[in-house]
């Protein structure tokens, strides 16, 4: 358990509502909103420029804080305005030839799928073991010369399962293929380290377990295949215009931001992630499990409920479905008890949920801020609706 003095530290606790949907944008702690409103109130005072650039040290240091946070280089890494942007920067850099395919997982994000199909990349779909996790074997039979990319998502929107990593990162490559990781729902409630992980790619959002602000994002770059990948769009910050008709990007991270960004809530990223370095991320990842699973084996106890996370090995969402009542009335009825909680619907996970034959779930995400006794309420909340079905 974390201290008591993190919900202190955090203004949307006020003893009404039960928040748990930190895995759709959870609630900042009181640094991250000084910082951003702080930077606005300065920006009305001098103007942008002026202001950002008394921050320029303190915008590097964002990058340097979510460098430590992955356990890489400061220059592996750039800040974007969310998870899809990385995402998509990453692929729209990635040389796939002509003949080349992409593999995807089952629980594939819909953001991520569209741009395939978009852009008619061709992609085939590892299946799922009988646990619902990544099926390693498939993978190692379906990886050929012919793949340029893995797009593993680690944590799925729309369960508590959590894929094998280091696993698919041994065996796409050595067949050549790179391997972009989505981290999306895993950054901020469980440890990521980028260097032990191989991964090529990873990207991140600010909103969710980092408790950061919206219109925040990250992409992580290896090293080692940095000179691989071309940025579809470059401006004057992330090139240098050395000549009429030469340019020269830059080598680190910078190459995938563009100069305009909005500098209040880059800084917010940054309060967000040194908060919880400060915390401890393996302490979080302790206490966001045990908090998930507290509130999953309470769930699991009720008659007319059903807990819908698949895997071995769960993280921090709990989905479950109630016997004869629709998880967006479900929604509906726990706000009306101030329990926040959201849905995920089979759009958001087509392949996902048409292989399981699900439409929609109640998803709730306890952070380490959520107390037993709002877990117990959010229980009692549920119970009375399954039992009024």
């Known amino acids: ?41 300065r920006e009305a005072e001098i103007g942008g420029y002026r202001a950002a650039a008394e921050r320029a040290e303190d915008l590097d240091r964002v990058r340097t804080s979510v460098a430590r946070l992955l356990n890489a280089a400061p220059g592996t890494i750039s800040l974007t305005d969310s998870a899809t942007r990385s995402w998509l920067d990453f692929v729209t850099a990635v040389d796939i030839r002509p003949g080349q395919r992409v593999l995807v997982t089952e629980v594939e994000y819909h953001s991520n799928a569209v741009q395939f199909l978009h852009r008619g990349i061709p992609f085939d779909v590892i299946p ?56 999306c729902q895993s950054a901020g409630q469980l440890v990521l380290d980028a260097t032990e992980l191989g991964v090529d790619g990873l990207t991140g959002t600010g909103r969710k377990w980092l408790r950061g602000p919206r219109g925040t994002g990250f992409l992580y770059v290896r090293p080692d295949i940095a000179d691989r990948l071309h940025p579809a769009t470059v401006d004057g910050h992330g090139a240098e215009w050395i000549s009429e008709r030469e340019l020269r990007l830059h080598q680190d991270g910078r190459r995938f931001e563009l100069w305009e960004c909005d ?127």
Not at 30 to 41: I, M, N, R
Not at 154 to 174: K, Q, Y
């Open 263 to 389: 500098v209040a809530t880059r800084l917010g990223l940054g309060a967000a992630v040194d908060y919880l370095l400060e915390l401890g991320p393996h302490r979080v990842e302790d206490t966001v499990r045990e908090r998930a699973q507290r509130l999953r084996s309470a769930l699991d106890g009720l008659g007319g409920v059903t807990v819908r996370d698949p895997g071995r090995d769960r993280c921090g969402i709990v989905t479950f479905t109630v016997d004869g009542v629709a998880a967006h009335d479900v929604r509906t009825e726990l706000s009306r008890h101030d329990i926040i909680v959201t849905t995920s619907t089979r759009r958001s996970a087509v392949i996902d949920m048409d292989r399981r034959g699900i439409d929609a779930v109640t998803r709730a995400s306890p952070h380490y801020f959520v107390c037993d006794a709002e877990i117990d309420r959010a229980v009692a909340a549920v119970a009375e609706i399954a039992g009024s079905a």
């Open 128 to 183: 799922s073991d009988a646990g619902g996790t990544l099926d390693l074997a498939a993978l190692d039979r379906m990886l050929d010369g012919d793949v340029a990319l893995v797009s593993l998502v680690h944590v799925p929107t729309n369960s508590g399962l959590i894929n094998p990593v280091r696993e698919v990162v041994e065996l796409a490559h050595a067949r050549g293929a790179l391997v972009l990781l989505d981290a």
């Open 1 to 41: 358990m974390l201290d008591e003095h993190v919900r202190r530290h955090t203004p949307g606790i006020d003893g009404r509502q039960v928040f748990l949907d930190s895995a759709g944008s959870s609630l900042p702690p009181q640094v991250v909103l000084d910082t951003v409103t702080g930077h606005l109130h």
